[in-house]
């Protein structure tokens, strides 16, 4: 049985940075919007030599996500990890949207593998430093358990919350609220998966050298450098080297937990009162 990698958003610099590497050794899936930047990525996988194909799914269809699986595992395939890279910055859309595409995007990929996952499984969400960011007395943390039962209502409270600082920023504080609840929800689900014996990890990037990340380069990505540890955005093969590596069996004791990938943004944030 060949095992299988499912990547979504796999089209871009994430995604394909990081199926390059996991292609050494698993069939690659690839998950996103449109059907043409699908093909010519897998042109460019299927060119290093490695098994690749790929499907448009909606991450916040239950149905198009199980198409997704389905479509992974025809032919006797079993997908052992998802990389859940697919989501949207505050400049591509509405707080709505953002709440819609990356908290109950997060929530459709994950209860459709969890019902699938088996012994050494791994799901692996991309989160973001700024979940890291805001003080906890801001983050609608009981919203967050309605993301199963009433996504509807947990999207409305992200996106009334993401009001408090203004028009402006509405997106902004919507994509960071979205962004803790990737990581909340992963600690959530870990005694699920665990009881299959799978694992689901988090990772919280800071500013990547990826088409997103340029996007919001002069909206404060650009802005953390000055206090980051590393003046400089990362490169999409440093993120990529750990998220195959959170998917790895290699990695097999580690579930429940996030990883910071940020360049020292988070250190540098942290003391810099006391430095000043």
């Known amino acids: 049985m060949t095992q299988t990698a499912v990547i979504t958003g796999g089209t871009g610099g994430m995604g394909f940075a990081t199926a390059k590497l996991l292609g050494r050794d698993h069939r ?17 996988l299927t060119a290093l030599g ?6 448009v799914c909606d991450i916040t269809d239950r149905a198009s ?3 997704l699986f389905d479509f992974a595992t025809a032919g006797d395939h079993h997908v052992r990890a998802v990389i859940h890279t697919a989501g949207i910055s505050p400049q591509m859309g509405t707080a709505a949207q953002v709440a819609h595409i990356n908290g109950t995007g997060t929530v459709t990929v994950a209860q459709a593998f969890l019902q699938r996952a088996g012994e050494g499984d791994v799901l692996v969400n991309v989160a973001s430093a700024a ?12 919203a967050f358990r309605l993301a199963e039962s009433n996504p509807d209502k947990f999207e409305k409270i992200i996106v009334s919350r993401a009001r408090v600082l203004g028009k402006k920023l509405h997106s902004g504080l919507a994509y960071a609220f979205s962004k803790s609840f990737v ?32 996007l919001e380069e002069d ?11 590393l003046k400089r955005f990362g490169k999409p093969e440093e993120i990529a080297a750990v998220l195959a ?21 988070a250190a540098g944030q942290e003391f810099k009162r006391s430095r000043s």
């Open 183 to 214: 990581i909340w929800y992963t600690r959530w689900l870990a005694q699920a998966f665990g009881v299959k014996g799978a694992r689901i990890v988090s990772v919280s990037p800071g500013s990547f050298d990826t088409p997103m990340g340029r």
């Open 50 to 55: 490695i098994d690749a194909s790929g499907t």
């Open 65 to 67: 996500v199980d198409a």
């Open 219 to 229: 909206h404060g990505a650009g802005a953390l450098l000055k206090v980051a540890a």
């Open 28 to 44: 690659i899936v690839l998950a996103d919007l449109t059907q043409e930047r699908i093909d010519s990525v897998v042109n460019d």
């Open 131 to 142: 979940g890291h960011s805001m003080p906890k007395a801001l983050i609608p943390f009981r």
């Open 245 to 265: 590596f959170c998917a790895s069996p290699a990695a097999g004791y580690l579930t429940g937990a996030d990883i910071q990938v940020d360049g020292g943004t």
